[in-house]
Structure formats: structure tokens, C-alpha cells
């Protein structure tokens, strides 16, 4: 199995959800920079993934905290890819999962769906298939 990403790890997803809807903390934008990092992305890429501008993506990173859109976003990205790393075992197989396309998606890739909410969701709900072993 792959190297654990921090930013990854339950213990770092559930701290920054609980502080973020208990708590109504917004999350550091250091964790955003972390992210972005250990996952390989570039800014573009980065600013694809969380559906905003590269411009809106540099305001955030050169904030303090996120805004709470963005929190919920990012919080729900790294859940993602949590649940990708886990179904894929290595951050490399999942993201070469998330750049092939899939009928289940009407062949589109699994990342060109993940700039909104609702996409993010049906490509969680694909991998949570295929790590239960569930073919589309």
C-alpha cells in the first residue's frame, strides 16, 4: 500500500469537519496548501477540482482560513480522494483512475465531473462501488 497522505487521514478529514460544522470554524488554508501538494496538482488543477478561478484559488491561499463555500468544498474533496486512495491503494492508481474515462460517466473522466458538488458525489458513489466490488 501506498504512503499515508496526512492531509488524508481520518483523524485530520473528521478534526477539520467537526471543527467546520460544530464548531462553525473555517479551515486554515494552509490544509488547502497541504492538499494541493500531496496530491501533485498545480494551481490550475487545483482551482479545476474545487470549481473556482485560479485568481479566487490564490485570494484563498493567501488568506488565513478558507471561506465556508470553499471549506464545504474542500472538505468534500478530500473525502474524495480519501475514499479513492483507499479503493486504489496508491494515489497514482486512483488519479490515473480519475483521468480515464468511464461508461458509467457516458465516458467521460471521473476529474471533469469533480468541479461541482453533485459530481464529486457520483464519483464517490463510484468508488465506494468499486471498492465494495460493485461493476457498473
Do not use: C
Not at 491561499?61 to 471561506?67: E, I
Amino acid at each position: 500500500m501506498g504512503a499515508a497522505l496526512p492531509v488524508l487521514e481520518k483523524n485530520t478529514i473528521y478534526e477539520l469537519l467537526n471543527g467546520f460544522l460544530y464548531k462553525n470554524e473555517h479551515i486554515p488554508s494552509a490544509f488547502l496548501k497541504k492538499f494541493i501538494t500531496s496530491i501533485g496538482a498545480s494551481q490550475n488543477t487545483a482551482s479545476r477540482l474545487l470549481g473556482i478561478s485560479a485568481r479566487t484559488l490564490q485570494r484563498e491561499l493567501a488568506a488565513t482560513h478558507l471561506s465556508q463555500e470553499l471549506s464545504d468544498r474542500f472538505l468534500q474533496l478530500i473525502d474524495l480522494y480519501k475514499e479513492g486512495v483507499e479503493a486504489f491503494y496508491t494515489l497514482e492508481t486512483f488519479k490515473k483512475w480519475l483521468e480515464t474515462g468511464k461508461s458509467v460517466f457516458q465516458g467521460k473522466q471521473p476529474f471533469d465531473l469533480m468541479h461541482t458538488i453533485t459530481g464529486i458525489q457520483q464519483v464517490k458513489e463510484e468508488i465506494i462501488r468499486t471498492k465494495l466490488g460493485i461493476l457498473s
